[in-house]
C-alpha cells in the first residue's frame, strides 16, 4: 500500500512569525508594543540572526508591523476604516450637513489637516475632465485614532467656485458638495477609478508608511444632473487602514 507523502515542515521563522501573529490578533500584543528583537529571538529560540530577520519581516510585509530605525520593530495593529462607496457620498448625508467622513469612521475620532487651498492650473488629465485649466484646489491629510490614512486633492472649475465658501479652509457643515449644492450645482452621480500601487516619496512621510506598504489611488469625478464635472478628487489611502465595501443588484 503506497503511503501518503509527508508534508514539510514550516520552516522555523514562519512558526515564529505565527506565534507572534496570534498574539498580536489576541490582543496579547497590543498597537505600539515593542515586539521581540533579533537578538531576543535568536536566545529564545537558538536561531540564526537572518531567521530572527525572517521572522519579522512577515510580520513587517503583513502590515502587523513596522520597523523603527534604531528602536526595533513595533505592532502597528488598526481596525480597518470600512469605506462604503455609494453610501458615504448619498445626497441626503451631505445634503443634511453631515460629513461624508463621519460614515467612515463610525463615530471613530478623526482630523484634517495639512489643509492648502490655492488657485492653480491643472495638469493635462485634470483640465480635460473639467473643461478648463484654471482650477482652485483643495489639498488635506485626514487621521483617525491618531493613525494618517488618506491624502486627497480636490480641483473644481475657477469659474465656478471663485469667491465662495468652496475656497475657504473651513467650508462648513455638509463640506463642498453642499457648497456646490447652493450654487446650483450640487453632484448628482460619480465616477471612481481604484488602483493600487506603491506610493510616491512624499506621500510614504505624510501617510507615516511602513515600507514595503502599498496605497490605493482612487479618482473621482463629481458631475450634476445635467452631467457637467465640477470636481476631480485625487485620493491616496493606506491599503493597510482601509476595506472598501460596494454593493450591486444581480
Do not use: C, K
Not at 444632473?225 to 443588484?249: C, H, I, R, T
Amino acid at each position: 500500500m503506497q503511503q501518503s507523502p509527508v508534508p514539510p515542515e514550516t520552516p522555523i521563522y514562519r512558526r515564529i512569525a505565527d506565534g507572534l501573529r496570534e498574539a498580536i490578533l489576541s490582543g496579547e500584543l497590543r498597537d505600539g508594543d515593542r515586539l521581540p528583537g533579533e537578538n531576543a529571538l535568536m536566545a529564545q529560540y537558538g536561531i540564526a540572526r537572518a531567521t530572527a530577520r525572517q521572522a519579522l519581516s512577515v510580520l513587517i510585509n503583513e502590515g502587523l508591523a513596522v520597523p523603527r530605525r534604531g528602536s526595533g520593530v513595533y505592532v502597528r495593529q488598526f481596525r480597518p476604516i470600512r469605506r462604503h462607496g455609494s453610501r458615504r457620498l448619498s445626497h441626503g448625508r451631505w445634503g443634511r450637513g453631515q460629513a461624508i467622513w463621519d460614515a467612515d469612521t463610525e463615530g471613530r475620532p478623526y482630523t484634517v489637516d495639512e489643509v492648502h487651498v490655492d488657485r492653480e492650473t491643472a495638469e493635462e488629465d485634470v483640465a480635460r475632465v473639467l473643461g478648463g485649466s484654471d482650477v482652485w484646489v483643495r489639498r488635506r491629510r485626514y487621521s483617525v485614532d491618531g493613525r494618517p490614512v488618506q491624502l486627497s486633492v480636490s480641483y473644481f472649475p475657477a469659474a465656478l467656485v471663485e469667491g465662495t465658501p468652496v475656497v475657504a479652509e473651513d467650508t462648513g457643515p455638509g463640506g463642498v458638495y453642499a457648497r456646490l449644492g447652493e450654487l446650483g450645482s450640487a453632484p448628482a452621480h460619480f465616477t471612481e477609478e481604484v488602483r493600487a500601487r506603491m506610493p510616491h516619496p512624499h506621500e510614504t512621510v505624510q501617510l507615516d508608511l511602513p515600507a514595503g506598504t502599498p496605497v490605493i489611488a482612487i479618482m473621482r469625478t463629481a458631475f450634476t444632473e445635467e452631467g457637467v464635472p465640477v470636481e476631480v478628487n485625487e485620493m491616496v489611502l493606506d491599503a493597510a487602514s482601509y476595506v472598501l465595501q460596494y454593493d450591486f443588484d444581480a
